[in-house]
């Protein structure tokens, strides 16, 4: 199953995300933990991709085929061209071709001085036409609702999504956002310059303190009011602020769908507690 035929039949496509451990030992713990979140039904789920390849533990396609094969849940396994020549692309390709997984969100990679950008992929777009033209996958692509932290301006960012839309990429999946307003105006900014691929809204619960410092500065996500009174008013108690986290996404989510959005994707943290109950909380909008 293409995962771009689902957003042609279904008002709002939900999906979760998930990454590999660190290590194999934990391969046990990361399939009970997919189990679990099969049984919310997602509409498919992605696996995350350490650029240049770098895991560690389980890799991306293992745990895709999983999920597609075992689970029978479409599976998205990103994967960059960051430090990636043309072969070996196309062995990791023909790998995910194996393993039954048909669908891919390419992407560029961070920048990474280990890492020199491709001369054959310089931007997700190439790697997404590589992709296309290999044939056999649906191939989905990443957008940033502030703006990617690269580009000169917001317009300008949303401009290059062009070279997304013509290299067939369908859906986009957004950076995570604490802040509605602003996935709000990049749509519009989108359809106005005629950028009509579907996009699924990426939203992560703040659920513990650990997470606030990482994710901020790694997302450069604009922090609304709300959002900060909450982690002030809970930042003392580990379980008032769970609660309150899951609580915040659920009520950015229900806005999300009750605005028509294409999609949601939960990026859950491998925690399949905070997906069930972010579920329960939304289950009666999908
Ligand atoms: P690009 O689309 O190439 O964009 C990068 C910059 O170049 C932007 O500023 C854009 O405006 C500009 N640009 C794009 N195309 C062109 C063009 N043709 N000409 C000129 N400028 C252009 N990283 C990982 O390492 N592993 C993951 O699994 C992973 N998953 C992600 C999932 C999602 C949903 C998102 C939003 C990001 C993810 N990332 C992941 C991070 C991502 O790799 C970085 O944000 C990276 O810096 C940009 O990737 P991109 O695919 O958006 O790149």
Not at 161 to 185: E, G, M
Request: charged content about 20%; hydrophobic content about 40%; glycine content about 6%.
């Amino acid at each position: 199953m293409f995962i771009s035929h689902l957003y042609k039949q279904k008002d709002c496509v939900f999906s979760i995300e998930v990454f590999p451990p660190k290590q194999s030992t934990n391969k046990e713990k990361l399939y009970d933990t997919l189990k679990e979140m099969a049984t919310l039904h997602p509409d498919f789920m992605s696996v995350t991709y350490g650029a240049g390849g770098s895991n560690g533990g389980i890799s991306t396609c293992e745990i895709a085929g999983y999920i597609q094969n075992q689970l029978e849940i479409p599976a998205l396994a990103h994967l960059t061209c960051v430090g990636a020549d043309r072969n070996t692309i196309r062995e990791n390709l023909a790998q995910l071709h194996t393993a039954g997984v048909h669908n891919i969100l390419a992407l560029r990679g961070d920048a990474n001085p280990n890492l020199p950008f491709s001369k054959e992929f310089p931007h997700a777009s190439h790697l997404a036409e590589e992709i296309l033209k290999q044939g056999g996958f649906c191939v989905a692509g990443a957008c940033y609702p502030e703006g990617h932290p690269e580009a000169a301006s917001l317009v300008q960012d949303v401009e290059n999504l062009v070279y997304k839309q013509n290299a067939q990429v369908s859906p986009l999946i957004t950076q995570l956002f604490f802040d509605n307003l602003h996935f709000y105006r990049f749509l519009n900014l989108m359809r106005k310059k005629n950028i009509t691929i579907p996009v699924s809204a990426g939203i992560m619960p703040i659920v513990n303190t650990r997470q606030i410092e990482r994710t901020i500065k790694l997302s450069s996500a604009s922090l609304p009011p709300q959002f900060t009174k909450m982690i002030a008013r809970w930042q003392d108690d580990p379980n008032g602020l769970f609660e309150a986290g899951i609580e915040y996404a659920i009520q950015q989510i229900r806005d999300l769908i009750q605005s028509g959005t294409d999609g949601i994707h939960l990026y859950a943290m491998n925690n399949p507690t905070v997906a069930k109950k972010v579920h329960e909380g939304i289950q009666d909008l999908l």
